[in-house]
């Protein structure tokens, strides 16, 4: 089964530590002997201990090591039933320390986008592609490493229209996800307002102030939503780096921390001091959605929080069918 692009990077992270434990300890790397094993397992659980932090660390480990050497076709150390007794006795005995987070208010999130484009002067294209896309993540309850990935092509964002032409909503096709592993995508409505801070509006008009080419020539990769920005010399206004880029070489989307300190500066320039994360709007999305009496099933599903509820049917008709169902949770969390 192949992994997220997400979960291969922690594995691979956590795989690069584990090879040098083994060789320090004078051990094979696949199939180590098993005492050294677990008494390396034991001293990441010390450190665990001293840090003041959860068990993660070593069950993360654990499930990079078995998965590394199901790879090579070799018994995992993983396998021992003293490593699932040394795990659960740890869980029982840390403490992980509460994440510096908060999750978003839609009231802060209002101010902040009243503050930064609510005047009579247009907005730097980053304040408004940043902002959107936060409003973006907040109604359609995404995870940064899911937002990083939607790209603008107009066959995996699509605006649904009524039949007077009105927006009724778009769907966003995520083409990797924490909780989809075998990489088969998923699709992620989110319903228009109506109001002046509509975020399916707010989205359309980023694509047509932002200039996106959303149907490329043959190719070409149209690129991702998020992504970086330039200015000319000589010029007021921002612009895109790359509009479309040959399918080899696609356009790169920006790093989560530059988008998450960005996030940060706007909302503290409006006056907003909540600890925020790049994780609230989705924190937030939910939060709001339960308080509004939105039904559990509903937002576990476009949250993509339980995996038999995930996967909406990608053929044209049904999709739209699928998605319209799901608007009404936009309204009932986000009615400006």
């Given at each position: 089964?192949?992994?997220?692009?997400?979960?291969?990077?922690?594995?691979?992270?956590?795989?690069?530590?584990?090879?040098?434990?083994?060789?320090?300890?004078?051990?094979?790397?696949?199939?180590?002997?098993?005492?050294?094993?677990?008494?390396?397992?034991?001293?990441?659980?010390?450190?665990?201990?001293?840090?003041?932090?959860?068990?993660?660390?070593?069950?993360?480990?654990?499930?990079?090591?078995?998965?590394?050497?199901?790879?090579?076709?070799?018994?995992?150390?993983?396998?021992?039933?003293?490593?699932?007794?040394?795990?659960?006795?740890?869980?029982?005995?840390?403490?992980?320390?509460?994440?510096?987070?908060?999750?978003?208010?839609?009231?802060?999130?209002?101010?902040?986008?009243?503050?930064?484009?609510?005047?009579?002067?247009?907005?730097?294209?980053?304040?408004?592609?940043h902002l959107t896309v936060f409003l973006i993540m907040y109604a359609g309850m995404l995870r940064f490493s899911d937002v990083e990935n939607i790209s603008v092509d107009e066959s995996t964002m699509r605006f649904?229209?009524?039949?007077?032409?009105?927006?009724?909503?778009?769907?966003?096709?995520?083409?990797?996800?924490?909780?989809?592993?075998?990489?088969?995508?998923?699709?992620?409505?989110?319903?228009?307002?109506?109001?002046?801070?509509?975020?399916?509006?707010?989205?359309?008009?980023?694509?047509?102030?932002?200039?996106?080419?959303?149907?490329?020539?043959?190719?070409?990769?149209?690129?991702?939503?998020?992504?970086?920005?330039?200015?000319?010399?000589?010029?007021?206004?921002?612009?895109?780096?790359?509009?479309?880029?040959?399918?080899?070489?696609?356009?790169?989307?920006?790093?989560?921390?530059?988008?998450?300190?960005?996030?940060?500066?706007?909302?503290?320039?409006?006056?907003?001091?909540?600890?925020?994360?790049?994780?609230?709007?989705?924190?937030?999305?939910?939060?709001?959605?339960?308080?509004?009496?939105?039904?559990?099933?509903?937002?576990?599903?476009?949250?993509?929080?339980?995996?038999?509820?995930?996967?909406?049917?990608?053929?044209?008709?049904?999709?739209?069918?699928?998605?319209?169902?799901?608007?009404?949770?936009?309204?009932?969390?986000?009615?400006?």
């Open positions: 089964m192949s992994l997220a692009p997400a979960t291969t990077q922690q594995y691979a992270r956590v795989w690069e530590h584990f090879e040098a434990a083994m060789r320090e300890r004078q051990t094979s790397v696949v199939g180590p002997d098993q005492f050294e094993y677990l008494c390396y397992l034991q001293d990441l659980i010390q450190e665990c201990v001293e840090s003041g932090t959860g068990p993660q660390r070593a069950c993360l480990t654990q499930a990079a090591v078995r998965h590394f050497h199901k790879l090579a076709g070799a018994p995992s150390p993983t396998d021992d039933p003293r490593c699932a007794a040394i795990l659960a006795t740890a869980s029982k005995v840390l403490q992980a320390k509460p994440l510096d987070r908060e999750a978003l208010q839609a009231s802060d999130l209002l101010v902040a986008l009243r503050h930064h484009m609510g005047g009579n002067t247009q907005p730097e294209l980053h304040v408004r592609m649904l229209r009524g039949v007077d032409g009105s927006l009724e909503g778009v769907v966003l096709f995520v083409p990797f996800s924490k909780r989809d592993q075998p990489g088969r995508g998923q699709w992620v409505p989110v319903g228009a307002t109506g109001g002046q801070w509509c975020p399916v509006r707010l989205l359309e008009q980023l694509i047509q102030v932002g200039g996106f080419v959303r149907a490329p020539p043959p190719g070409h990769d149209a690129g991702p939503l998020l992504r970086a920005l330039r200015r000319d010399k000589g010029q007021t206004q921002q612009r895109l780096l790359q509009v479309t880029a040959p399918v080899a070489r696609p356009v790169a989307t920006v790093r989560r921390e530059y988008f998450a300190s960005s996030v940060r500066a706007l909302l503290a320039e409006a006056g907003i001091t909540a600890r925020i994360s790049t994780h609230s709007a989705r924190s937030g999305g939910a939060t709001s959605a339960e308080t509004q009496a939105v039904a559990k099933s509903m937002i576990r599903t476009i949250g993509r929080w339980k995996h038999k509820d995930v996967l909406m049917d990608h053929y044209v008709k049904e999709l739209e069918a699928d998605a319209k169902r799901f608007f009404a949770v936009t309204r009932a969390m986000w009615p400006y």
